[in-house]
């Protein structure tokens, strides 16, 4: 017997409930909404979703005690799934955590995301053995120049408080100051809650966060923070808030109201890769592209890099995949001249003339 089985044991109306509360759709045949409902987040998320009378049900007809409270009934069906079922923890293998500390540089924001994960981790343990949850605010600062990859951790960030239970859908919602703007002023409050409305369960990320309010002229801001920071304080608990953007920008942002830095509890911020780094993210993009740089190119991209950091908005890793991108541009103009007598070293090998065309 699966988890799947377990959950099939469950009415239609009773998975399409659930469903529901996970934000999920719920139409479909029977067996489609079983794959869903186990797709769509952890054992643990997909019991909380159901009602807790259904709870019961399930327990009594497995003969697991059904006299304690939700939170109890949902641990006694895990622990029968794992002696059961032989259903494991979701964050013991391919744990998003690895995935950020597998991704090059980036060594100030793993420590910060690391010691979030181990927060997570250890109030998970703590919630199996009955132990009271720690709340703190979870809403969160990043700071950096373009192409440090704050989009990028952020969805790990959504990833990790999936796996551990504290997000529902784990979502990243991506929004800025137009999203927020109403065709007048009295409209935009009302945008600023359907947004925050829409990301419960998930992470709302607002890259370039400091243009919301852009001084003591900007009626539409004004109307905009009030609402902005109560629906910060009102969401403490079921949603994760990212502001994203240039540090200095981002400092004088905070800046401007002074309710505004004490509701994020995290400050990070996302250093510029080297170019070592940046060599290595190279190598890293067209090795999964299949492509592959010949020795003169490799010699060449260490000044190419150095010369483009000088360069004012240099975009880091966003640089580095545009000239990729035009590398394998020049590259298929190069050797569609003589396409029929192009090996396979010739088709995936990137030269230094690609890099000047």
């Not at 909380?48 to 049900?57: E, G, P, R, V």
């Not at 994203?244 to 942002?253: C, I, L, Q, R, T």
Request: overall charge negative; glycine content about 4%; charged content about 30%.
């Amino acid at each position: 017997m699966t988890f799947k089985d377990l959950i099939n044991v469950f009415y239609k109306a009773d998975i399409q409930y659930a469903l529901d509360k996970l934000g999920e759709t719920k139409t479909g045949k029977k067996e489609d909404l079983v794959n869903q409902i186990i797709d769509s987040s952890t054992p643990e998320n997909v019991l909380n979703a159901f009602h807790h009378n259904d709870l019961k049900w399930l327990c009594d007809k497995y003969d697991i005690d059904t006299s304690r409270n939700k939170s109890a009934l949902i641990r006694n069906l895990l622990e029968y799934s794992k002696h059961e079922l032989g259903i494991e923890d979701s964050y013991t293998q391919n744990a998003p955590i690895d995935k950020l500390n597998s991704m090059i540089g980036l060594h100030t924001v793993k420590k910060h995301i690391n010691k979030i994960d181990a927060f997570l981790k250890v109030q998970k343990a703590r919630e199996k053995k009955g132990l009271q949850e720690v709340k703190i605010s979870k809403h969160m600062v990043f700071t950096g120049n373009p192409g440090t990859g704050k989009t990028t951790v952020a969805k790990i960030v959504a990833d990790i408080f999936k796996e551990f239970g504290f997000l529902t859908k784990g979502e990243i919602i991506e929004v800025t100051r137009s999203d927020f703007i109403g065709q007048y002023l009295g409209e935009s409050e009302k945008k600023t809650a359907e947004i925050f409305k829409k990301a419960v369960g998930s992470i709302l990320f607002i890259d370039e966060a400091y243009s919301i309010f852009q001084g003591k002229n900007d009626d539409f801001g004004k109307a905009i923070l009030p609402a902005f920071l109560t629906n910060l304080e009102n969401h403490r608990d079921d949603m994760v808030v990212i502001i994203a953007g240039y540090k200095a920008e981002m400092d004088n942002f905070l800046d401007s109201d002074p309710g505004l830095r004490s509701r994020f509890s995290e400050y990070i911020h996302f250093d510029d890769f080297n170019s070592d780094e940046l060599i290595e993210v190279f190598k890293k993009l067209t090795e999964e592209k299949d492509y592959q740089p010949s020795q003169n190119l490799e010699s060449s991209l260490n000044t190419y890099i150095k010369q483009a950091k000088t360069k004012q908005n240099f975009s880091n890793a966003r640089f580095i995949r545009n000239t990729i991108e035009k590398l394998i541009q020049n590259h298929a103009l190069r050797v569609s001249q003589n396409l029929d007598d192009c090996s396979e070293l010739d088709l995936k090998t990137l030269n230094v003339e690609d890099l000047e065309l």
